[in-house]
């Protein structure tokens, strides 16, 4: 037994080595690490061979080395280093997991494969046995399809036992295309394929033959069958097992989990399997896709039994958002990390984007009850993208419904700030009837969401959970999104998934895996071979961790435990925060959303308080994209607050700005003024003259136009300004409709010509219109004398009894006096939407 596992170790180990490529140039000499491990081994200093090994592992040795390598090791020495356990047996156990990967050619000419299904099924004892390996190693499931006639031939039984034999050698990668093939109408094929199904014992077969014992129209002779592949499958009678509606979920979270058992051969391209028109039928899909693809396909299966099954209908929204965010995510990826696809990818890519720009809309139409099922669901899963998902879409789908639930309260105090993030648009969208406990938690999370600088993601795989939880902590601290994983397994499955980590941390003792294994798969995944790495070792193993991993640029640092905050925060600044990479779009876009929630809320809404967030706002202002600061000048307008008004007026007053942008601060400046009557300093009304004063940027229409445009802004600010007189006489003046007859002056040299002289120099050269204004701001004591009857100046539009004495007088330093000294003005009257310059935020 031990001889026979000794040869089967080594032949593996040959094929790995001997198939394996190098993706680099090494400097080192890779014989001579091997031939240096392997005296260390002999000689007991297990600590060295481990790290030669390691280095071996990392090298990817060539084809003739390989070879070399396997003479040197010797099958003996193999079989010892598996049994030792510890860094030993990690090792080794990785060295069979580099076999799956060896990238093996697969044969997918129909000529080539029908003749060697042919030559397994009659041909000679040699020729079969070579025929196998090929179809094992080189064909895989393509076979299948072939091999079903002779399954289904009852007369040809030598054929028939040889075909069963070369799929019970071909193993696991039989199991897809077979269940698939359950379906046929054939009762006889259908009673070999369970047969099949029985030896092969893959726990994916059971919920479909579970089906097949639970349909009522089967053949007697056929659920026999079917009974004794459930309890070889399951090692239980089938009777104390879930029935196949709950099989058929369970598999579908498998998939959708990527568990162990559920995933694809990796030296295999990935097939999407279905039985149409009584023959198997294939198509390729992208690998990142297949697990979801398969996981679909179990939840249909599922539904079909029962569709009354909320589980299978919540997980299936699940999946549905799983593929829209991966493709996603790679299509984000490419842009920000210039991530490429594999050539044998790009076009499935391509049909996968169609496919997912659907999946949004597919899901709506779930409706409540399994969205909110499914959030509750995804709430629990480590998928925190889907989560977000399913928010938006209840968001929006149930916009102002008014509908609250548990899980939506739930997601708004999750430890994931994008969950929370997309519950608080989600509540805001829903609109509810009335306050409720975390109204204004929601508050708090947009205005989080509204000064947000930063989407990083750093995956920390580390099964101590000490060490574990103070890495996380330490991100947390620098505003970044930490995701954890407690094996080295799991952390592969995570970081090549959404989203596309920023940065690795990984302990260099795992449990299930050799850490050079994790890293070495790390880079040669396309997915992932960009993201810098960080080895986290003990103290004692320092040196020797950081002598394995100095020449793999991917692994930037070696650090040791016990961890300081300090030197984890430097290797993130060092490595991420001030890499040369463009981090702020998705930032940007998580304030955007937050600003147009905001946006959306009323002044004084009796749910959400959107004074709590002002700040936030306020400070959405300064230096960010105009894609944040649009909506958040809408919602600071409608807040109307007097705290906004220096912010606003910076942007008003800046030139350099976008116009558009310009023309909403004016308005939202309006609106501040109208609430509050805040008296407008002469210095501001200065500014807003220099704006009407300013020319288009471009001598074109359209340029123009939103020149004009911005001017009607400032003019129509000024109007709801409480302004001085004498300033709002220097506006008269600079734009007065008839100019002197004399010389002709541009506006924009009669509004400077205005600012640098007084009032007093100004009179001299006064019209009869002036000489009015003039008198109304002298200190001449004559306007206590003198009635104010006349019909043009009279201030009885309120009532016809009042008197100018009543309402007030002029002080003798009335030049400084303001409207409000003449009674308030209601601005509620002359509202922008009279005037068609209310600014619809839809916009």
């Known amino acids: ?96 997991l580099h076999a799956e990967k060896t990238p093996i050619r697969q044969e997918t000419s129909t000529e080539v494969i029908q003749d060697l299904v042919y030559k397994a099924a009659s041909g000679n004892a040699f020729e079969k046995n070579e025929v196998i390996n090929i179809l094992t190693s080189q064909v895989g499931e393509l076979a299948i399809p072939y091999m079903l006639p002779y399954l289904a031939n009852e007369a040809q039984y030598e054929e028939r036992i040889n075909i069963i034999l070369t799929i019970t050698r071909m193993g696991s990668v039989a199991v897809v295309p077979l269940t698939e093939a359950l379906n046929t109408s054939k009762p006889f094929l259908k009673q070999q394929i369970l047969v099949l199904l029985g030896h092969l014992k893959d726990v994916r077969a059971l919920p479909d033959v579970k089906k097949v014992l639970e349909d009522p129209n089967a053949d007697k002779e056929i659920k ?59 198509k390729q899909v992208p690998r990142f896709a297949y697990n979801e693809v398969m996981a679909e396909h179990s939840c249909f299966n599922a539904i079909e039994l029962d569709p009354t099954y909320q589980s299978a209908w919540a997980l299936l929204v699940q999946v549905t958002y799983a593929q829209d965010s991966e493709v996603r995510a790679i299509e984000e990826s490419s842009l920000e990390k210039s991530l490429k696809l594999p050539a044998s990818d790009v076009e499935r890519f391509a049909e996968e ?201 991917q692994v930037k640092s070696v650090i040791s435990k016990p961890l300081a905050a300090e030197i984890v925060k430097n290797q993130l600044q060092e490595h991420i925060v001030n890499s040369n990479k463009d981090y702020k779009g998705k930032a940007q876009e998580v304030s955007r959303r937050a600003a147009e929630a905001l946006a959306s809320l009323p002044a004084n809404g009796r749910v959400f308080k959107l004074e709590l967030a002002e700040d936030a706002l306020i400070g959405a202002l300064r230096d960010r994209h105009d894609d944040v600061r649009s909506p958040a000048i809408m919602a600071l307008g409608k807040l109307g607050r007097a705290k906004a008004s220096e912010e606003l007026s910076k942007i008003l007053y800046n030139s350099g700005v976008n116009p558009d942008i310009r023309m909403k601060a004016a308005w939202a400046l309006g609106q501040i003024n109208g609430a509050t009557k805040r008296e407008v300093s002469s210095q501001d009304v200065q500014s807003m003259l220099q704006i009407l004063g300013e020319a288009p940027s471009e001598d074109t229409s359209e340029a123009r136009e939103t020149m004009d445009a911005l001017h009607a802004k400032v003019f129509t600010l000024l109007g709801k300004a409480n302004i001085l007189f004498k300033d709002r006489h220097k506006v008269f003046l600079a734009h007065r409709l008839h100019k002197n007859i004399g010389v002709e002056k541009s506006t924009k040299e009669t509004f400077e010509e205005v600012s640098e002289e007084t009032t007093e120099e100004i009179s001299e050269e006064t019209t009869p219109e002036e000489e009015i204004w003039e008198e109304e701001t002298s200190e001449s004591s004559e306007w206590e004398e003198e009635s104010y009857d006349s019909e043009e100046n009279s201030f009885e539009e309120d009532s016809e009894e009042s008197s100018f004495e009543e309402e007030g007088s002029f002080e003798e330093d009335s030049e400084e006096s303001s409207e409000e000294d003449f009674g308030a003005f209601d601005d509620d009257e002359y509202s922008d939407e009279e005037d068609g310059d209310e600014y619809d935020f839809d916009e």
């Open 224 to 282: 026999r069958y079917a009974e004794i592949a459930v309890g070889r499958i399951s090692k239980r009678p089938s009777r104390v097992l879930p029935p196949a509606r709950q099989l058929y979920f369970e598999k579908a979270l498998g998939y959708y989990r990527e568990k162990a058992p559920y995933t694809t051969a990796l030296h295999f391209a990935p097939l999407d399997w279905r039985w149409e028109e009584e023959q198997l039928v294939s």
């Open 353 to 553: 984007k169609k496919i997912s720009k659907a999946s949004s809309l597919l899901v709506a139409s779930a409706g409540a009850r399994v969205l909110n099922t499914a959030l509750l669901m995804s709430l629990q899963e480590n998928r925190p993208e889907v989560t977000a998902g399913i928010l938006e879409n209840l968001g929006t789908l149930f916009q102002r419904r008014r509908e609250l639930s548990y899980p939506m309260l739930r997601a708004l105090q999750h430890k994931d700030k994008r969950i929370r993030y997309a519950a608080a648009e989600a509540l805001v969208k829903m609109d509810p009837p009335a306050t409720f406990r975390d109204a204004d938690r929601v508050m708090q999370v947009l205005a989080e969401a509204l000064n947000e600088w930063d989407a990083r993601v750093v995956l920390i795989i580390e099964d101590d959970d000490s060490a574990r939880n103070q890495l996380i902590k330490t991100v947390r601290d620098l505003n970044m999104v930490p995701l954890s994983a407690l094996t080295g397994a799991e952390g592969l499955q995570r970081a090549q998934a959404f989203p596309p980590e920023d940065m690795v941390i990984v302990s260099s003792s795992l449990r299930d895996l050799s850490t050079a294994f994790v890293v070495n798969s790390l880079k040669e995944d396309y997915r992932t071979n960009s993201i810098p790495v960080v080895v986290v070792s003990s103290e004692a193993d320092l040196e020797q961790q950081k002598r394995i991993y100095e020449e793999i640029d």
């Open 1 to 96: 037994m031990r001889g026979s596992f000794s040869i089967l170790m080594g032949i593996l180990i040959l094929t790995l080595l001997s198939s394996y490529t190098f993706a680099e140039n090494r400097s080192e000499d890779v014989m001579q690490l091997g031939r240096e491990a392997m005296e260390h081994y002999d000689n007991g200093e297990l600590d060295l061979t481990i790290e030669k090994l390691n280095r071996v592992l990392l090298a990817n040795p060539n084809d003739e080395q390989a070879l070399k390598l396997r003479q040197m090791a010797g099958l003996e020495r193999m079989t010892q280093m598996l049994v030792k356990g510890g860094e030993m047996a990690r090792i080794a156990r990785a060295i069979f």
